[in-house]
């Protein structure tokens, strides 16, 4: 799996956990790259093996065309890591960033949820159609991310810098994956009951304004 950089936690996901790297701790406490990377080390030769693989991943970055080296850090890693980082503003930084791991596990979590009910989706919308076409299900889903994110997949990969036929869902909002995974529960429901398309979407945009005007009352 692809690392990829959440926009709203600014943590990296791979393989369904959540990282920083080296380069963003030595930004927030104000710290040269190559002393972080000096004090990874440091930890790494200080603990057992099976610790600091999963939690001290070896990683590069490019600049002015070339490679160098820094390391992702798991949750733990990270706060190994920043015990030696000490005083007042120190401390602040390290419960941020707790607070923002713990976020974005939680986002991680639904992403997951959502992917698992993919399935029971496809089937809904291809047992919908005598002759089921491809684009019978990226209207589908499309229709929902209209409601959420006021556009569809391809508009939404456009305005983010998203590569063509890459996945969305991981550089939404934990806010949005909810809504996301709630009306296409919806959906399956209206799908399997044979509803017609116009019928579906009134349904869908009336669920979600209500879910709407819930979360800002």
């Not at 602040?92 to 607070?99: D, M």
């Not at 989706?121 to 291809?126: G, K, L, Q, S, W």
């Amino acid at each position: 799996m692809k690392l990829l950089l959440n926009p709203e936690y600014s943590l990296y996901e791979k393989d369904g956990k959540a990282f920083c790297d080296s380069l963003q701790v030595a930004e927030t406490f104000e710290k040269r790259h190559d002393h972080v990377l000096r004090d990874i080390r440091n930890v790494i030769a200080d603990i057992e093996e099976d610790f600091s693989l999963p939690n001290f991943g070896e990683s590069n970055y490019k600049e002015r065309g070339k490679k160098y080296p820094k390391y992702l850090l798991t949750k733990d890693g990270f706060t190994l890591l920043t015990m030696g980082y000490t005083g007042k503003k120190a401390m602040q930084f390290k419960i941020a960033y707790i607070n923002r791991f713990n976020q974005m596990e939680a986002f991680i979590s639904s992403l997951l949820e959502a992917k698992m009910e993919f399935p029971a989706f496809t089937d809904a919308v291809m047992l919908a159609h005598e002759e089921p076409k491809h684009y019978h299900y990226s209207n589908e889903v499309n229709l929902i991310y209209r409601l959420v994110l006021g556009m569809d997949a391809k508009k939404f990969r456009e305005a983010s810098g998203i590569p063509a036929g890459e996945g969305i869902r991981p550089y939404l909002t934990e806010e949005q994956i909810k809504l996301i995974q709630t009306l296409q529960r919806i959906d399956i429901g209206l799908l399997e009951a044979g509803i017609n398309y116009n019928d579906r979407k009134n349904t869908l945009y009336n669920s979600y304004s209500r879910r709407i005007r819930r979360l800002a009352g």
